[in-house]
């Protein structure tokens, strides 16, 4: 294809949407002439698929629940007056809350204005929050935003040790919808134990988000927290940014969550139209069809060329591959379905890996990210300073997506770029809900359903069994008095558990890697010859 072809084939496959500031190009991408005319039935049964869920149908039937995300975006959409109410008034408390907060109104337990927001959370709780609060920060933000986002110790430990002694200037929001998340719980407990350790109390400080009468909300109220944000139990946690999730720390910050959901909500209207040919979300939705046969043979490389947005893979990485990634499809046949994502940031990338998606094998599809805009708001740190003769760093970021995107056309390498005029609340909202719509239309296109995740259940399952076995693992030993202590095997063939010696070896490696945990041992490290015991006690 000469240069003027591919001029106009990017011409024809280029759409514009400048009421929202974004464009969606996939003239980079290979597919036979009639594909898109071919997969037009199955479109406009997805089409279909999308007005149902949205007008309520059970579309989660291993819980037995309604999928609304989409409602949140735009509350009459809700399939009555009384849901619709409570969204609106979600959002009034969330911006009220904020502005006593930032006022003073709402003060620390020692009377001061509150500084940080500490988000406790894992997941959706906390990838959502986390892209927004890195997309949209300015330095005139009045609080600044920290993360416990895992059940890592020392993760937890050295987010702690950034606050400092400004944690008794510090608002902490835990997010569980069910408030059984032990990731979360634990992070919680690790929080309420650094504000006693500064004498302070946690409650005075802790506001819950989750769903009413959770386990969190019950405690919560019991022990008088300073306030309580709901969310519902048809908001999944991938898809809960326009919900308190997302909503309440963005706002804390200081970004306008108005045009934040306003951005969403008309991207929502324009996914709607039953148009191959405008919908963004359903030429998206096609393309990654294309690119991977709609078993998804390729994987998508998600390059943002903003140093603001490099979450938004990681973002991705949860929102498409835990509502794509699935054993069967909606007749219960077996498809192993999904794409795998993964992506950094340009220009770094083209000093990672661009190398092998030039030249190495051709498994991927890649997702240019552009932003035109080079400053997202003038401050005193802005000079567009020149680093040669009319060329600026913003300049070369640009001639470097220019450039791979070209190098890979050339070798053969499919692309699709979606360029945004500038990073704004409502941009950020808009390509957000462009990929949530692109989710679901995809999803339906392939026959599964996007909005349940089995395999995260099973992995729960299996770490509560090993916590199970560690408990009995303990009890053994503090049963014990042999001196020369017990190997692997020994241990498991005592609790019973035979089958699990090597899950035993592991946990009892990790107890005699951390002195505290009070377990010994001796031996070489091998498997099968090292012995464990209680360590003396004083």
């Known amino acids: 294809m000469d240069s003027k072809e591919l001029w106009t084939r990017y011409c024809e496959q280029l759409r514009v949407y400048p009421e929202l500031g974004i464009s969606l190009d996939i003239s980079r991408m290979r597919h036979e002439d009639d594909f898109i005319e071919s997969m037009t039935p199955a479109m406009n049964d997805a089409?279909?698929?999308?007005?149902?869920?949205?007008?309520?149908?059970?579309?989660?039937?291993?819980?037995?629940?309604?999928?609304?995300?989409?409602?949140?975006?735009?509350?009459?959409?809700?399939?009555?007056?009384?849901?619709?109410?409570?969204?609106?008034?979600?959002?009034s408390k969330i911006s009220g809350f904020a502005k006593a907060i930032h006022k003073g109104e709402i003060k620390t337990e020692k009377g001061e204005v509150f500084k940080n927001v500490l988000l406790v959370g894992i997941g959706g709780s906390a990838l959502g929050p986390q892209l927004v609060a890195d997309a949209l920060w300015h330095p005139s933000n009045p609080m600044e935003l920290f993360y416990i986002d895992n059940t890592d110790p020392d993760g937890i430990a050295k987010t702690l040790t950034q606050i400092g002694s400004d944690l008794d200037k510090t608002l902490t929001i835990v997010v569980s919808k069910s408030g059984g998340t032990v990731e979360t719980r634990n992070g919680n407990l690790e929080a309420a134990k650094a504000y006693q350790k500064l004498g302070l109390s946690f409650e005075k400080h802790a506001v819950a988000v989750t769903c009413p009468d959770s386990k969190l909300d019950k405690l919560a109220a019991d022990s008088g927290w300073l306030e309580r944000m709901h969310m519902w139990d048809w908001v999944g946690g991938r898809v809960s940014i326009f919900s308190a999730v997302g909503l309440l720390p963005a706002a804390l910050q200081g970004v306008d969550i108005q045009e934040f959901i306003a951005g969403a909500k008309e991207m929502d209207d324009l996914t709607r139209v039953d148009s191959i040919d405008q919908n963004p979300a359903a030429r998206l939705?096609?393309?990654?069809?294309?690119?991977?046969?709609?078993?998804?043979?390729?994987?998508?490389?998600?390059?943002?060329?903003?140093?603001?947005?490099?979450?938004?893979?990681?973002?991705?990485?949860?929102?498409?591959?835990?509502?794509?990634?699935?054993?069967?499809?909606?007749?219960?046949?077996?498809v192993h379905q999904g794409i795998a994502v993964y992506g950094n940031k340009g220009s770094t990338d083209q000093h990672a890996y661009v190398q092998q998606l030039r030249d190495g094998l051709n498994n991927f599809f890649v997702t240019f990210v552009e932003v035109l805009q080079d400053y997202t708001e003038d401050s005193d740190n802005v000079s567009n300073l020149h680093v040669e003769t009319g060329v600026t760093s913003g300049d070369y970021l640009n001639g470097f997506f220019q450039g791979t995107r070209r190098a890979l056309f050339e070798s053969n390498r499919d692309s699709i770029t979606i360029t945004i005029d500038e990073l704004t609340p409502k941009s950020l909202g808009a390509l957000i809900a462009l990929y949530d719509r692109t989710v679901g239309l995809y999803a339906s296109l392939v026959n599964i359903n996007a909005y349940?995740?089995?395999?995260?259940?099973?992995?729960?399952?299996?770490?509560?069994?090993?916590?199970?076995?560690?408990?009995?693992?303990?009890?053994?030993l503090e049963?014990?008095?042999?001196?020369?202590?017990?190997?692997?095997?020994?241990?498991?063939?005592?609790?019973?558990?035979?089958?699990?010696?090597?899950?035993?070896y592991k946990i009892l490696e990790h107890f005699a890697a951390n002195p505290g945990r009070g377990i010994l041992r001796t031996g070489d490290r091998h498997p099968s010859s090292s012995r464990y015991k209680l360590a003396a006690t004083e």
């Open 47 to 91: 089409f279909k698929a999308m007005a149902e869920l949205e007008a309520g149908a059970i579309a989660n039937p291993d819980e037995n629940r309604m999928v609304g995300h989409y409602w949140l975006r735009n509350p009459e959409l809700a399939p009555n007056p009384e849901l619709a109410e409570e969204i609106q008034a979600s959002i």
């Open 285 to 334: 939705a096609l393309m990654w069809y294309a690119s991977g046969d709609g078993k998804g043979k390729k994987d998508m490389v998600v390059l943002p060329y903003k140093d603001r947005i490099c979450l938004f893979s990681k973002y991705l990485q949860q929102l498409v591959m835990e509502s794509l990634g699935k054993e069967h499809d909606l007749d219960g046949n077996v």
């Open 452 to 476: 349940h995740q089995p395999g995260v259940e099973a992995g729960k399952k299996a770490a509560a069994q090993v916590i199970e076995l560690q408990k009995a693992i303990l009890t053994e």
């Open 479 to 504: 049963s014990r008095s042999d001196d020369a202590g017990l190997t692997a095997d020994e241990l498991s063939a005592a609790i019973g558990q035979e089958e699990e010696a090597e899950s035993v």
